[in-house]
Nanobody
């Protein structure tokens, strides 16, 4: 059974950095996609970035390109999201998801519980 668990959220000043982590277990192969999503109150869920685990191909939302970096650590089955130059529009609940298609949030089969990111001005 696949399990997904995020960590690393918190409070940071605008312009600062945070690193989110997500551990995923239970996969029987490395042919899957994992993604980071965020949802702020009153807004739709947005895919921030995704990565194909075996090929390491990545995709980013325009709103985070050049500021956020998605990466994976195969040895630890861990996904990271390095968030730099955080802006007032970045605060949200950030979710890690697994086994889906980049750009299509409804296709992901497994979701973490979310971790809150807050940015102070």
């Amino acid at each position: 059974q696949v399990q997904v668990l995020e960590s690393g959220g918190g409070l940071v000043q605008a312009g600062g950095s945070l690193r989110l982590s997500c551990t995923a277990s239970g996969f029987t192969s490395d042919n899957y996609v994992m993604g980071w999503f965020r949802q702020a109150p009153g807004k739709e869920r947005e895919e921030v970035s995704c990565i194909h685990w075996s090929s390491n191909n990545t995709v980013y939302a325009n709103s985070v390109k050049g500021r956020f970096t998605i990466s994976r650590d195969n040895s630890k089955n861990t996904l990271h999201l390095q968030m730099n130059s955080l802006k007032p529009e970045d605060p949200a609940m950030y979710y890690c998801a697994a086994e889906g298609y980049c750009g299509l949030s409804t296709t992901y089969n497994y979701w973490g519980q979310g971790t809150q990111v807050t940015v102070s001005s």
